[in-house]
């Protein structure tokens, strides 16, 4: 049966390979350390939780809820723009509530791509960056993701030659997988560019809380004209950890935000009343949770780079995100990074997500995820070096393992 028209626009799911992996290991009884999803694992707020279980079985909180979010919630994320960044939102026309920022980023390229549009995405990069895209039948040109003079360059080139001239730009940081991040005027030049080149820009800033050196990464819109060309999503997931709760916002240019806030009209009625009760519990209440949660990063961060680098492998340290990107290490970065994941966790009991998951270009390298504790980071180290001092041994495995797939 011939596939279907969308899914043949997708690729395969890169991910599947190491995933057969670890379910193969962990039948045989292995104990797989698992540092690949970015699924974190610390608990939500105790205040916020209390709030949901307060919530939930009132009078009319099991009725639709509403699709672009309550008032209260939308209020509370303007509030949190207006203390985090000095960002002024009208909380009934630049902001609309998502199911987790995913949902929002997918709905918007929906909302905003004609078939054949040219969108500029960077390269390796959060699989919906591109794939919302595809999903919506624009065509994916690719640029760098580092945010230096590279990516401006490649800009000015993909705008001067792309055939239909270019719709949208998508930034990411601090970055996912990259962990890379971006200063104010690097803003400023993105928003110059767009004004220039007339570019939608989205700014992921889902890991805007994340940070490990004393300087919180800026909004997009705290620069001067932004909100005439971007739009800004954010995420509760990794901020309070609540990634099942789906819940994450849309804000900035009114016009992309209605078109927005139209397209999920069609589709969804909105989260749960009270997880949107709960979650603007979490954005006005009290930010020692926030504190926590990043020295709890922080230290994580701290052993896996001094723990793994024992061990044999060089682990550049992130300065924000929940991640690591790391150069597969020596006499094994001559394998692809699917390849080198698949080994990790047959032979090394560690799980990790190959950087080719996120784009062609992240084939060199992994991303390991901070969701393990301390103990479970320094086991994985001690795992790690017995694989690597025999390396060779296990590389030289690898050739009749690729040929039996």
């Not at 105790?46 to 919530?55: D, I, M, Q």
């Not at 730009?169 to 104010?184: G, H, R």
Request: glycine content about 8%; charged content about 20%; overall charge neutral.
């Amino acid at each position: 049966m011939e596939e279907f028209h969308r899914i043949r626009r997708l690729p395969p799911y890169v991910f599947e390979q190491v995933n057969r992996a670890k379910a193969a290991a962990r039948n045989a009884g292995a104990d797989i350390i698992d540092l690949g999803m970015g699924n974190p694992d610390l608990p939500a707020p105790a205040h916020v939780v209390e709030k949901l279980k307060e919530t939930a079985g009132k009078f009319r909180t099991d009725r639709y809820s509403a699709s672009k979010g309550i008032a209260g919630l939308r209020r509370a994320q303007a509030a949190y723009y207006g203390r985090r960044f000095g960002v002024k939102l009208n909380p009934d026309t630049q902001v609309v509530a998502t199911l987790g920022s995913k949902e929002g980023f997918a709905n918007m390229a929906q909302a905003i791509t004609a078939p054949g549009d040219v969108v500029l995405v960077p390269n390796p990069s959060y699989p919906i960056h591109a794939f919302g895209f595809l999903m919506a039948g624009g065509v994916i040109r690719s640029v760098p993701c580092n945010p230096g003079p590279e990516l401006f360059h490649a800009l000015e080139r993909a705008c001067a030659h792309s055939i239909p001239k270019p719709t949208a730009l998508v930034v990411c940081y601090p970055s996912n997988p990259t962990a890379e991040v971006a200063d104010l005027d690097f803003y400023k030049d993105v928003v110059a560019f767009a004004k220039k080149h007339d570019l939608i820009v989205l700014s992921d800033l889902a890991y805007a809380e994340v940070y490990f050196d004393d300087v919180p990464p800026p909004s997009m819109l705290q620069v001067p004209g932004a909100f005439d060309v971007a739009v800004e999503f954010t995420s509760m997931s990794k901020t309070f950890s609540m990634p099942g709760w789906r819940m994450g916002f849309a804000v900035g240019n009114e016009r992309l935000i209605a078109a927005l806030a139209r397209v999920k009209s069609y589709l969804d009625y909105g989260a749960f009343t009270p997880v949107q009760v709960a979650a603007t519990a979490a954005l006005n209440g009290p930010e020692d949770c926030i504190r926590e949660m990043r020295e709890t990063y922080k230290r994580r961060r701290d052993v896996l780079v001094e723990s793994f680098g024992r061990a044999g492998w060089d682990v550049p340290p992130p300065r924000a995100s929940m991640f690591a990107w790391c150069p597969i290490p020596k006499p094994f970065d001559t394998l692809g990074s699917i390849e080198f994941a698949t080994m990790l966790v047959e032979k090394a009991e560690v799980a990790v997500a190959p950087g080719v998951g996120f784009g062609e270009h992240g084939d060199g390298f992994v991303r390991i995820a901070l969701v393990e504790n301390e103990q479970r980071i320094r086991q994985a180290a001690r795992n790690l070096r017995r694989f690597l001092e025999t390396g060779p041994e296990k590389l030289h495995n690898v050739v009749p393992l690729a040929q039996s797939r």
